[in-house]
């Protein structure tokens, strides 16, 4: 395993949830077609799903409303019966990927501060994490309504560094797609993605990083000795 060269003076990484921690395609693809199931609609394919989540879940929503021909004016009903849903499996059709756990703690053993920034729902978020066992390692969890913007905007970034305490320069983004990076970037964060996510379809290679990595405890030989603090 070739180490990442990571910056140094690490205080700090904010890790994004779905296509970087959890694989949650099947979480998405039971709850918007029940959703569409009550709306007398046809469901979405899971290619479609993979290509259109990571803009927040009015995006997904949206854009899966105009797949099926549906009118804009069916938002709101189909945002509630979404909700309804995705609250009842939550979890049940995802699964952690292979190396975030050990990702994780190597990356709290080396002292970093650790936050989850997702553009999910907070309260899609906190579920997740606790019935995956990844809360533990988390000082803040943010979602996607916790801030006035979601990424790529960098504000959620430069927010989550507030509560951390640490500064961009010094705080890890890792994630899965161009949203990711996007929002490091201008949040003066530096970034490394994971090759397995979702980025809205496109090849995540493409998109400039740090480094592309297959798993994220491909991170550890890179951490520092714990911090002195």
């Known amino acids: 395993m070739i180490p990442v060269a990571l910056p140094t003076g690490l205080q700090a990484a904010i890790v994004d949830l779905d296509g970087t921690m959890v694989d949650t395609v099947g979480d998405f693809e039971a709850a918007l077609n029940a959703m569409l199931g009550d709306l007398g609609r046809p469901g979405v394919s899971r290619g479609f799903i993979e290509r259109t989540v990571g803009k927040g879940s009015e995006h997904l929503i949206r854009s899966t409303?105009?797949?099926?021909?549906?009118?804009?004016?069916?938002?709101?009903?189909?945002?509630?019966?979404?909700?309804?849903?995705?609250?009842?499996?939550?979890?049940?059709?995802?699964?952690?990927?292979?190396?975030?756990?050990?990702?994780?703690?190597?990356?709290?053993?080396?002292?970093?501060?650790?936050?989850?920034?997702?553009?999910?729902?907070?309260?899609?978020?906190?579920?997740?994490?606790?019935?995956?066992?990844?809360?533990?390692?988390?000082?803040?969890?943010?979602?996607?309504?916790?801030?006035?913007?979601?990424?790529?905007?960098?504000?959620?970034?430069?927010?989550?560094?507030?509560?951390?305490?640490?500064?961009?320069?010094?705080?890890?983004?890792?994630?899965?797609?161009?949203?990711?990076?996007?929002?490091?970037?201008?949040?003066?964060?530096p970034v490394v993605l994971v090759t397995y996510g979702y980025n809205h379809g496109d090849p995540i290679r493409e998109v400039p990083a740090l480094a592309h990595i297959d798993r994220i405890d491909a991170l550890a030989p890179s951490l520092p000795t714990r911090l002195v603090r």
């Open 65 to 189: 409303l105009a797949q099926v021909g549906a009118e804009p004016s069916m938002y709101d009903p189909a945002w509630q019966r979404y909700q309804h849903h995705y609250v009842a499996i939550n979890g049940r059709h995802s699964a952690v990927y292979a190396g975030v756990v050990e990702g994780l703690q190597a990356l709290a053993a080396a002292g970093l501060k650790l936050a989850c920034l997702t553009n999910k729902p907070t309260a899609f978020a906190k579920p997740l994490l606790a019935a995956k066992g990844l809360d533990r390692y988390f000082q803040a969890v943010f979602g996607g309504d916790a801030f006035e913007r979601k990424k790529p905007d960098p504000l959620p970034l430069q927010r989550t560094c507030d509560a951390l305490g640490s500064l961009p320069a010094h705080t890890l983004m890792i994630g899965d797609s161009a949203n990711d990076a996007q929002a490091a970037n201008a949040a003066g964060c």
